[in-house]
C-alpha cells in the first residue's frame, strides 16, 4: 500500500503505519510479514514456496508461523504429507480468519493514519529556512 503524502504542501513528508499483534504478555506475534506468509501459503499451499517467493529461508518461515501459534494459542495451519503431488499446507478456518481480520485492521488503521497525517501536515511547517 503506497504511503501518504501531506497534500496540496509539496512537502516531502510521508507516513508509514506498521500493525504489529501482541499476545497476553506483549510480545509481538503477527506483523506485515507474518501476514505476506500466510497470504502465500494459502495462494500456493506450501510453505517452502511462500517463504521463496518472500526470498525468506524456510527455517525463518517455520519460526514465524510457530511463534504465530504461540501467539494465537491454536494451529493456523493443516500439513498434509505425501510430497508435491498429494501433499501441501493450507490455513485452517481460525487462519484465514485471522488473515481476513489482519487485512481489514490494517486498511482501517491506514486510511484513519492517512487522514489524520494529512489534515496535522495540510500547511506547510513555520519558520521556513534550515
Same mark, same amino acid.
Given at each position: 500500500m503506497p504511503r501518504a503524502r501531506a497534500r496540496g504542501t509539496g512537502s516531502p513528508l510521508q507516513i508509514d503505519v506498521r500493525l504489529t499483534l501482541l499476545d497476553g504478555q506483549g510480545?509481538?506475534? #503477527?506483523?506485515?510479514?507474518? =501476514?505476506?506468509?500466510?497470504?502465500?501459503i494459502d495462494r500456493h499451499r506450501s510453505i517452502r514456496e511462500a517463504a521463496r517467493e518472500m526470498e525468506l529461508s524456510y527455517p525463518k518461515?517455520?519460526? #514465524?508461523? /510457530?511463534?504465530?501459534?504461540?501467539?494465537?494459542?491454536?494451529?493456523? @495451519?493443516? %500439513?498434509?504429507?505425501?510430497?508435491?503431488? %498429494?501433499?501441501? *499446507?493450507?490455513? *485452517?478456518?481460525?487462519?484465514?480468519? @485471522?488473515?481476513? %481480520? =489482519?487485512?481489514?485492521?490494517?486498511?482501517?488503521?491506514? %486510511?484513519?493514519?492517512?487522514? /489524520?497525517?494529512?489534515?496535522a501536515f495540510a500547511a506547510p511547517l513555520e519558520g521556513g529556512g534550515g
Amino acid at each position: 500500500m503506497p504511503r501518504a503524502r501531506a497534500r496540496g504542501t509539496g512537502s516531502p513528508l510521508q507516513i508509514d503505519v506498521r500493525l504489529t499483534l501482541l499476545d497476553g504478555q506483549g510480545q509481538h506475534f #503477527m506483523g506485515i510479514g507474518v =501476514y505476506w506468509l500466510l497470504a502465500g501459503i494459502d495462494r500456493h499451499r506450501s510453505i517452502r514456496e511462500a517463504a521463496r517467493e518472500m526470498e525468506l529461508s524456510y527455517p525463518k518461515a517455520l519460526r #514465524m508461523l /510457530a511463534k504465530l501459534e504461540a501467539g494465537i494459542g491454536h494451529p493456523i @495451519l493443516v %500439513r498434509h504429507k505425501g510430497g508435491s503431488q %498429494r501433499g501441501g *499446507t493450507e490455513l *485452517t478456518s481460525q487462519g484465514r480468519d @485471522l488473515l481476513g %481480520r =489482519y487485512a481489514d485492521l490494517l486498511g482501517r488503521v491506514r %486510511r484513519f493514519a492517512d487522514g /489524520a497525517f494529512a489534515a496535522a501536515f495540510a500547511a506547510p511547517l513555520e519558520g521556513g529556512g534550515g
